[in-house]
């Protein structure tokens, strides 16, 4: 008898779990995320569900032979840095029990059905988000993503090997995939505002993240008078107020989350400050009005400061508008709200590639989320997989 959502939610539960924040700490082909991922095959060997893995650790778990028109559903097990327990992980155990959900009511498919995981869907690691499922579907090559480095210096080949995963391309993990559903805790109010446990999304915000180098000239803090510097650290910070005024002013939003300074001494003006900007718009004119406001308003600030300035995209999403008419007919007849997310997802990748893709959300009391106290009750995510479960139904059962 496999494991129920609540015994699956409490397995999960230490896995890469901080005990100071209680957040989660669970980056790409590193241990805790790899303890995720066996977990994962051990979970679909448990259901009979036959395993077809990628070069990356992107994981399709079958229920019938992989096939044209099959269903896939899924979502990702690695986390921001001190992320939550739901983003992400919701998604897959719910496909999982959604399995198990239909079995109970006696259903089988007529069209292959897969529960999928993709890696490094956060990009946390190695700064390109949904670097599995851009790889997967060829959104991006390997010779590109090969050579990214993460924190420490570690190319993504080198990451790989140490996980056991030889990296090289392969499309073949999603040939046949005609349908795509991702189950997703919610990342905002807007269902609480509804009074609604469920919800379908319409689409997402076009997105991307900006790596600011500012570079100065390191000197002594006391003797250097405050006229004679270039001082880096002057122009970011200047830098992230334009920012959030920019984001504010239209109605987007713009972020500096991260933040590297050399050589972060406290009594040296740094010589190098690097600076994330993540920014989202409503439309890809209005992320490009966003992004070159900001930019242009560093780089005056920088010829004011006597610093330099280097701005290199690392991760650019496209707007995704899901299939309207399998958003509508999942959604209509059930009242679930539509709605649309500033968050990005795998979906909005697969959805880009061609697959007609629906994303179901799950109510988040707070709203909050990439924190340790992002939530959804237990009832609501009961009511997630039993949703998922007759979306499967429909989608992966005989045609009308
Ligand atoms: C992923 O969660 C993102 O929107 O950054
Ligand atoms: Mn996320
Ligand atoms: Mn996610």
């Known amino acids: ?54 070069a990356v650790g992107n994981v399709v778990a079958w229920w019938g032979s992989p096939g044209p028109g099959a269903v896939l559903t899924g979502s990702h097990l690695d986390s921001v840095l001190d992320g939550g327990a739901y983003d992400g992980p919701l998604g897959v155990v719910s496909a999982l029990a959604a399995v198990d959900a239909l079995r109970e009511r006696g259903f089988t498919p007529s069209r292959p059905l897969g529960v999928s995981v993709f890696v490094e869907e956060e990009g946390s690691r190695f700064g390109l988000a949904c670097l599995g499922s851009r790889l997967a579907t060829g959104a991006v090559s390997w010779d ?123 009594n040296s003006v740094p010589s190098r400050v690097t600076a994330w900007l993540d920014a989202r718009a409503s439309s890809a004119r209005a992320l490009e009005d966003l992004v070159g406001a900001i930019e242009r308003q560093a780089s005056e600030r920088s010829s004011r400061d006597g610093t330099s300035l280097v701005v290199t995209p690392e991760s650019v999403s496209g707007s995704v508008e899901f299939s309207p008419g399998l958003a509508a007919r999942l959604a209509g007849p059930r009242g679930w709200p539509v709605i649309p997310t500033a968050a990005g997802h795998d979906a909005g990748i697969l959805s880009a590639a061609g697959i007609p893709t629906a994303m179901l959300f799950v109510r988040n009391p707070t709203g909050v989320s990439h924190s340790p106290l992002e939530t959804a009750s237990m009832d609501d995510c009961l009511a997630g997989v039993s949703a998922l479960a007759d979306v499967l139904a429909e989608l992966a059962g005989d045609p009308a």
């Open 144 to 266: 590109t993503a090969r050579s990214l480095k993460d924190r420490s210096g570690v190319s993504l080949e080198d990451g790989l090997s140490s996980a056991g995963l030889s990296g090289s391309p392969d499309l073949a993990l999603l040939e046949g995939v005609g349908t795509f559903v991702e189950l997703h805790v919610e990342q905002g109010r807007d269902l609480v505002d509804r009074s609604a446990a469920v919800g379908v999304a319409s689409g997402i915000w076009p997105h991307g993240r900006y790596r600011y180098e500012f570079t100065g000239s390191a000197d002594h803090a006391g003797t250097t008078r405050m006229e004679d510097r270039a001082d880096p650290m002057l122009t970011y910070a200047m830098t992230a107020l334009a920012a959030n005024k920019q984001a504010r002013l239209a109605g987007e939003r713009a972020t500096f989350g991260r933040l590297e300074v050399t050589p972060n001494s406290t």
């Open 1 to 54: 008898m496999p494991d129920a959502f609540e015994t699956m939610w409490s397995d999960l539960a230490p896995v890469g779990r901080s005990a100071s924040s209680g957040g989660y700490f669970r980056q790409p082909w590193l241990s805790a995320e790899r303890e995720l991922a066996a977990w994962f095959e051990e979970q679909c060997g448990a259901r009979g569900l036959s395993v077809s893995r990628d």
